[in-house]
C-alpha cells in the first residue's frame, strides 16, 4: 500500500530564511509522481512542485525545491527566503499507477513565518 | 472563472437529514476526484471518476455516500442519513486525460459540511 509521512505537525521560521518540510514516502510501483500543495488559512488547495520518479534532476519552481532522495523516500520541500505570505499548511502527496488514479496525501505540516 | 466550482460553500444540516454536494470540474478535465477533510486533518480521498471507466470507489467510509457523474462532467456527492462524523469539508478536484509531466490536481473550494 501507498503511503506519505509527514512527522513535522507545525514548524517555524525566521522571515527571509530558508525551511525544509520534511516527507517520507513508501510505495512498491516502479512509476510514481511526488506532489507538495499548500494550503492557506482561506482553504485553497495550491498545487507547488512535482518530482517524477525517474527524473533525474530535482524539480525546482521559483523559490521552491524539491529535495527527491530516492533511495531513502523522501521527497523533502525546500523553501527558500520565506515570506510572510507562506504561513500555511503543506500537504506532500503521491500519485502511483503512472499519470492516472487519485494522489495520496501525508497529513500535513503547518508553517509560521515569523517577522 | 475557469476553476473548479464547488456548490454550496457552506451546509448545515441535521443528524439524519440527506445531503448532496456539488462540483463541476474545469472544462475538458476528464478526472474528477473527491476528498475529504477534517478539522485540522490531511486530504481522505473518497472517489475517482475517469471518463467513462467505472469510478474508483475505494474510499468511500460506508455505503451512506455515493456519488455520480453525470455526462462526464458535474458530479454530485451523496451523503445519506448524516452523522456528526460526517461533519468536514469535502473537495473535489479535477485533472485532464492525459496528463503531460505532473497532471496537478486542481481543487475546488471546498463544501464546509456541518452536522448538528
Known sequence: ?115 | GAGVSQSPSNKVTEKGKDVELRCDPISGHTALYWYRQSLGQGLEFLIYFQGNSAPDKSGLPSDRFSAERTGGSVSTLTIQRTQQEDSAVYLCASSPTRARGAGELFFGEGSRLTVL
Open chain 1, 1 to 115: 500500500a501507498q503511503k506519505i509521512t509527514q512527522t513535522q505537525p507545525g514548524m517555524f521560521v525566521q522571515e527571509k530564511e530558508a525551511v525544509t518540510l520534511d516527507c517520507t514516502y513508501d510505495t512498491s510501483d516502479p512509476s510514481y509522481g511526488l506532489f507538495w500543495y499548500k494550503q492557506p488559512s482561506s482553504g485553497e488547495m495550491i498545487f507547488l512542485i512535482y518530482q517524477g520518479s525517474y527524473d533525474q534532476q530535482n524539480a525546482t519552481e521559483g523559490r521552491y525545491s524539491l529535495n527527491f532522495q530516492k533511495a531513502r523516500k523522501s521527497a523533502n520541500l525546500v523553501i527558500s527566503a520565506s515570506q510572510l505570505g507562506d504561513s500555511a499548511m503543506y500537504f506532500c502527496a503521491m500519485r502511483g499507477r503512472g499519470s492516472q488514479g487519485n494522489l495520496i496525501f501525508g497529513k500535513g505540516t503547518k508553517l509560521s513565518v515569523k517577522p
